[in-house]
């Protein structure tokens, strides 16, 4: 995955080789993702606002590839992040209604009630947990869990060392663990 950004494959996107671009792009887009994924929630839809956004992000990083210098995730982490943030701020202003009309003739793919309601509570319940941290602490949780990142590539996005992340990412699932032990006892009485 993005053990594949290494600076050779970089340096050779950026004189024009393009399997080093298509390859460059495709790591991209799988931790772009993944990333998206992980910051917008399970929620009905999220999947395709995320691949979306994911496909924005390739296309920001494509256009800005010549002006890469360092590791090109510390790059492509701060336009996920903005675009992440943006789509976020866009969603909690605007509703999106649709009449019947529109949807008439369409196949519904949703999930049924169950399983909407079953996931939208699972994705309510992990903001919960992820809101009680510190900025940093959550976006360490969400590269290093729900991303997959390794410590190395997090510090490097994050301008800290791959020691000092694991530290960051210990302290926050202690913090986390009595929150969501409160959370499960609600659930579960």
């Known amino acids: 995955m993005m053990s594949e950004l290494d600076d050779d494959l970089v340096a050779r996107a950026q004189h024009g080789d393009a399997a080093a671009l298509e390859q460059l792009l ?5 931790v772009a993702v993944r990333y998206c994924r992980a910051r917008l929630g399970r929620t009905v839809g999220a999947f ?5 956004l994911a496909q924005e992000i390739c296309l920001a990083v494509f256009h800005g590839l010549a002006r890469v210098r360092g590791p090109l995730i510390t790059y492509m982490y701060g336009i996920a992040s903005h675009k992440v943030t943006d789509a976020l701020r866009t969603a909690g ?3 999106v209604l649709h009449s019947l009309d529109e949807l008439e003739g369409r196949a ?6 169950e399983d909407a ?6 994705s ?3 903001a919960r947990l992820l809101a009680t941290l510190p900025p940093q602490h959550r976006e360490i949780i969400v ?3 729900m991303v997959g990142l390794p410590a190395e590539q997090v510090g490097a996005a994050l301008n800290l060392s791959a020691a000092n992340v694991r530290l960051i990412q210990h302290r926050a699932l ?3 663990r009595p929150v969501a032990n409160e959370i499960l006892s609600e659930v579960n009485p």
């Open 26 to 30: 495709g790591a991209v887009r799988v």
């Open 48 to 52: 395709t606002t995320a691949d979306d």
């Open 93 to 95: 202003r605007t509703a």
């Open 108 to 113: 519904d793919i949703s999930p049924g009630p």
């Open 117 to 122: 309601a079953v996931a939208a509570e699972l």
């Open 124 to 126: 309510a319940q992990l």
């Open 143 to 145: 590269l290093r869990i």
């Open 174 to 176: 202690a913090q986390l």
